[in-house]
């Protein structure tokens, strides 16, 4: 069964940090591309952040540039995203997902795969 399971969410204020880890089971992981997505009160779900499958190359969007931190362990199977300087605006569902042939952060560009989501709150 394919398995990709987002958790480390929680309540922080302004400022300060989560690590959100990304656990994947099922499939090749170290075939796959890994991006993280969120969805935010009233608002479409966006990219925030990818890694690319072999190089390890990373992406991510303007808003989380110098913030947040990428990475993946191919031995324990799990991406993570380090948050560091959360801001209100941060506040959202994410999710994580995995795609067989490209990094991408447009959610909308046929993800393979999208594991559960963790819920991120940030209070002013």
């Known amino acids: 069964e394919v398995q990709l399971q987002a958790s480390g969410g929680g309540l922080v204020q302004a400022g300060g940090s989560l690590r959100l880890s990304c656990a994947a089971s099922g499939f090749r992981f170290d075939d796959y591309a890994i991006g993280w997505f969120r969805r935010a009160p009233g608002k479409e779900r966006e990219g925030v952040s990818c890694?690319?499958?072999?190089?390890?190359?990373?992406y991510y969007t303007d808003s989380v540039k110098g913030r947040f931190t990428i990475s993946r362990n191919n031995a324990k199977k799990t991406v993570y995203l380090q948050m560091n300087s959360l801001k209100p605006e941060d506040t959202a569902v994410y999710y994580c997902?995995?795609?067989?042939?490209?990094?991408?952060?447009?959610?909308?560009?046929?993800?393979?795969?999208w594991g559960k989501g963790t819920l991120v709150t940030v209070s002013s």
């Open positions: 890694i690319s499958r072999r190089d390890g190359d990373t």
């Open positions: 997902a995995a795609d067989r042939l490209r990094c991408t952060l447009n959610p909308f560009d046929g993800m393979d795969y």
